[in-house]
């Protein structure tokens, strides 16, 4: 069983709507929860990070992890042709010396 | 946050020979960075992290004479793929940082 699971998708919505994307994970100790963007050919930028449970907003993004359940989502609203990317998810436990990613959803936002 | 760097960006090389990918943190004191290999549509992979003025340490799997690491000094970490295969073709990435990892822009390598 792999440390973290996140659907591959792709994931193709239209301009506007909203998106929901989702990683679980089996190991309890992870308590920093990150959400990376990936665009083709780059290295991941830092869309956001939650520590321990909870919600975080940020502009028309919102993390959310439920621990009880190791499940985070990432959601994005009016969603826009240049949320088209790759989003990973990553974890990690207290002392940050390995980070654990999802394979990483593809989106597409179709104008 | 963070700006990483990464050079060459691109490198082709023939098979058999080594290449030295070196990886920046330009505001940001890295006693720690770790390097990732990617695959095509799949998510990143650890491969070692780089411990400032001491030895890498590699992850399960990955052969540490074939992928050497250096880590000269806080803002810069090196990592020279040596005798490099076809197989070995792959975008490299490395990051830096806390919680919040940031990530260098990738080099992609090219053997034939």
């Known amino acids: 069983q792999k440390e973290v699971e996140q659907d591959p998708g792709p994931l193709s919505v239209p301009e506007g709507a909203i998106v929901s994307l989702n990683c679980t994970y089996s190991?309890?100790?992870?308590?920093?929860f990150m959400w990376y963007r990936q665009y083709s050919r780059k290295g991941p930028e830092l869309l956001m990070y939650?520590?321990?449970?909870g919600n975080k907003e940020d502009g028309r993004f919102t993390a959310q992890v439920d621990k009880s359940s190791k499940y985070i989502s990432l959601f994005i609203r009016d969603s826009q042709p240049s949320d088209s990317a790759t989003y990973l998810c990553a974890m990690s436990g207290g002392n940050f010396n390995k980070f654990y990613f999802g394979s990483g959803t593809k989106l597409n936002v179709k104008p | 946050g963070a700006v990483v760097s990464q050079h060459p960006s691109r490198v082709i090389c023939k098979s058999g020979t080594s290449v030295k990918i070196e990886c920046r943190s330009l505001?940001?004191?890295?006693?720690?960075m770790f390097w990732y290999r990617q695959f095509p549509k799949q998510s990143l992979m650890l491969m070692a992290t780089?411990?400032?003025?001491?030895?890498?340490?590699?992850e399960q799997g990955v052969e540490k004479d074939k992928f050497l690491i250096n880590h000269a000094s806080l803002t810069l970490s090196t990592l020279t793929v040596t005798s490099a295969h076809p197989e070995d073709s792959s975008f490299y990435i490395c990051?830096?940082?806390?919680?919040?990892?940031?990530f260098g822009p990738g080099t992609r390598l090219t053997v034939t």
């Open positions: 505001d940001f004191q890295a006693t720690t």
């Open positions: 939650t520590y321990s449970s």
């Open positions: 990051s830096v940082g806390g919680y919040e990892q940031y």
């Open positions: 780089s411990n400032e003025g001491s030895k890498a340490t590699y």
């Open positions: 190991n309890s100790a992870f308590q920093y």
